[in-house]
């Protein structure tokens, strides 16, 4: 064999072994990161939540005895 083809040879192992790594090493990490990115949006979706107080009793509300219509500028 001649030096330029081992050498070739050693450079594709050694590409396919990364690249066979990091997909194993990328299905392993995907659950956590999906259990992550959902528990981010849980907490994103809370803050945005908007908490409204009960209406007092013996309160109306205010309402036009016919529609507002909508003007365009």
Known sequence: MSTELEIA???VTAFLW???TLTILSAIDR???K???QERRDIRTE???IEY???V???RVHRHSRPRR???H
């Open 47 to 49: 803050k945005r939540r």
């Open 18 to 20: 990364m690249a066979v």
């Open 35 to 37: 259990a992550r990115r």
């Open 57 to 59: 009793a013996g309160s």
């Open 31 to 33: 659950p956590e990161r």
């Open 53 to 55: 107080r009960p209406a």
């Open 70 to 72: 909508l003007h365009p």
């Open 9 to 11: 040879l050693v450079l």
